[in-house]
């Protein structure tokens, strides 16, 4: 699986951005998340996102209720809705899959196996 992260910018405090990360290969019925990663700082997860009808989405509580986490199952894309972003919200924000299809929504970084490269996300205040 490949996966290809886009959408990030530089945008003001209460702003908002979504990303999109496409994936080559079968994403079905495996679990998405998004990551970020600040300068300094180790890489935590945000939100994650079952197999089609597999796991409902689970949220970080520093992003919960600012982010919103959807999929195309179809077109094999996880987005990420990023609204009153703040000025800590700046980092590279990474997608992932979870290749073991026995697993409903991971929010465990350790457990996802392909990753993106990543989006660079600055809010400026």
């Known amino acids: 699986v490949q996966l290809q992260a886009s959408g990030g910018g530089t945008v003001q405090a209460g702003g908002s951005l979504r990303l999109s990360c496409a994936a080559s290969?079968?994403?079905?019925?495996?679990?998405m998340g998004w990551f970020r990663q600040a300068p300094g700082k180790e890489r935590e997860f945000l939100a994650g996102?079952?197999?089609?009808?597999?796991?409902?989405?689970e949220y970080a509580e520093t992003v919960k209720g600012r982010f919103t986490i959807s999929r195309d199952y179809v077109q094999n894309t996880v987005y990420l809705q990023m609204n009153s972003l703040k000025p800590e919200d700046t980092a590279v924000y990474y997608c992932?899959?979870?290749?073991?299809?026995?697993?409903?929504?991971?929010?465990?970084?350790?457990?996802?196996?392909?990753w993106g490269q990543g989006t660079q996300v600055t809010v400026s205040s």
């Open positions: 992932a899959v979870d290749k073991d299809l026995s697993r409903a929504t991971v929010t465990t970084l350790a457990l996802y196996d392909f």
């Open positions: 290969g079968r994403t079905f019925s495996k679990s």
């Open positions: 996102i079952g197999g089609w009808k597999r796991g409902r989405p």
